[in-house]
């Protein structure tokens, strides 16, 4: 596997993890700890982050959008993913800020491809094209079981409504991806208090503000 592009200037972390596993939380928690350390941080999140992203997010999150061909799902991931980083990732990084994201890449070969079981490097190739190859510095998994991160949804979307087994395969892959390259990856345990993940995360956050 290509170790990709890392971006020279700012620093890059993204946060993955199945259905109501925190990253909203944590991302948030981030960002207020490093704009406290006088750090220049841009929150975002995918999909929909920009105007065409917004329409994209409608499309694929919509429940009464119905079945879609699995890969036409993916493409359309991958175009959100395309904008996202052209528009609102790569300036900010250029700028030197600290970029910090709600899902990236690994969700769409997380849930397009283990979960909807297509070939997960096809869908890693399309993936890394629309996004230039660009990794994140470091990427956040929190672990969740499926069915207890289920239970905290009060409602679901069209990915959020798919079955149990496929959020279980969901789960594997973040699991699969982090196995794969642990020295950009810190995996925690959801079910922890939220204030001992935030500890964890900035403990492995601040080393890396060093050459941000």
Known sequence: MSAGVLSERGLFVCFEGGEGAGKSTQSRLLHDWLLERGETVLLTFEPGDTSVGKELRRIVLDPATGDLSDRTEALLYAADKA???D???LPALARGEVVITDRYVDSTLAYQGAGRTLDVGEVEAVARWATGDLRPHLTVVLDLDPEAGLDRLSGRDRIEG???AFHQRV???FLDLAAADPERYLVLDARAPVDE????IRQRVAPLLERS
Do not use: D, K, P, T
Not at 197 to 200: E, F, L
């Open 197 to 200: 993940i935030a500890g964890s």
């Open 171 to 173: 789960r594997q892959g």
């Open 162 to 164: 798919q079955s149990l």
């Open 83 to 85: 904008e996202h980083v």
């Open 87 to 89: 528009h609102v990732v």
